[in-house]
C-alpha cells in the first residue's frame, strides 16, 4: 500500500485514481496520520462479505454452544414475582 499525504492526493487526485483502479491500495495521510484508505469498490465488498460470514459463524458457534448447555434456574421465584406484578398494579391504580 501507498501512502500519500492529503495535500499530495488532492494534487493528483486522477493518478491516484488510477492507481486504484490498477489494483494498488492509497494510503492518504495528514500530519503523518492515516485518514483514509482508497481502495476499488469490488475489493471493499469482498471484505466486508468476508466479515460479515466470519461474523455469522460466530453466531453459529454460539448458538450451538447455547444448545448444548444446560438451562439456568429463573431468578425470580413465583412469591417474589408475585409480589413484583402486585407493585406494578398498585402503582397503576394511583
Do not use: C, F, K, Y
Not at 494534487?11 to 495528514?30: F, K, N, W, Y
Not at 471484505?47 to 444446560?70: C, F, N, T, Y
Request: net charge neutral.
Amino acid at each position: 500500500m501507498s501512502t500519500v499525504s492529503a495535500s499530495v492526493a488532492r494534487q493528483s487526485l486522477p493518478t491516484q485514481l488510477d492507481r486504484v483502479e490498477a489494483g494498488e491500495e492509497v494510503a492518504i495521510t495528514r500530519h503523518g496520520r492515516v485518514v483514509a484508505v482508497l481502495v476499488r469498490p469490488d475489493v471493499l465488498a469482498s471484505r466486508r462479505a468476508s466479515a460479515a460470514w466470519s461474523q455469522a459463524d460466530r453466531i453459529g458457534e454460539l448458538i450451538d454452544r447455547a444448545r448444548h448447555e444446560p438451562l439456568r434456574p429463573p431468578i425470580l421465584d413465583q412469591d417474589r414475582a408475585d409480589e413484583l406484578v402486585a407493585n406494578i398494579d398498585a402503582a397503576r391504580s394511583r
